[in-house]
């Protein structure tokens, strides 16, 4: 038997926690697939500058990690949040989104 719920609500700050988490974790991937990407980009370098491009590489690649986390997880916590806010105050005047359960 089916039975149909409808979501009247949305929680807004566990809501945008959680998808803000989401948002630090691919962040967080992301940067270490550019990082890689990067790196492998030594090798176009000349020889007597691979020391400069790898200290500047190094520096950058730090703060891409953690700007990219941190600003992902923002950016998510932010935009969800005010999704959230949004369904909340026209979830009652259009009807929340049905789901149909077993």
């Given at each position: ?46 020889a007597q ?5 790898v200290a ?47």
């Amino acid at each position: 038997m089916v039975e149909t719920k409808e979501i009247k609500s949305i929680p807004v700050m566990p809501f945008a926690l959680m998808i803000g988490a989401i948002g630090g974790v691919l962040g967080f991937i992301w940067s270490l697939v550019v990082i890689i990407f990067g790196a492998s980009l030594l090798a176009l370098v000349p020889a007597q500058e691979v020391g400069a491009a790898v200290a500047g590489g190094l520096l950058g690649a730090i703060f891409l990690i953690i700007f990219a986390t941190i600003g992902a997880f923002v950016a998510g916590f932010i935009t969800y949040a005010i999704i959230a806010l949004i369904y909340n105050f026209l979830a009652p005047k259009l009807g929340g989104i049905k789901l149909e359960l077993e």
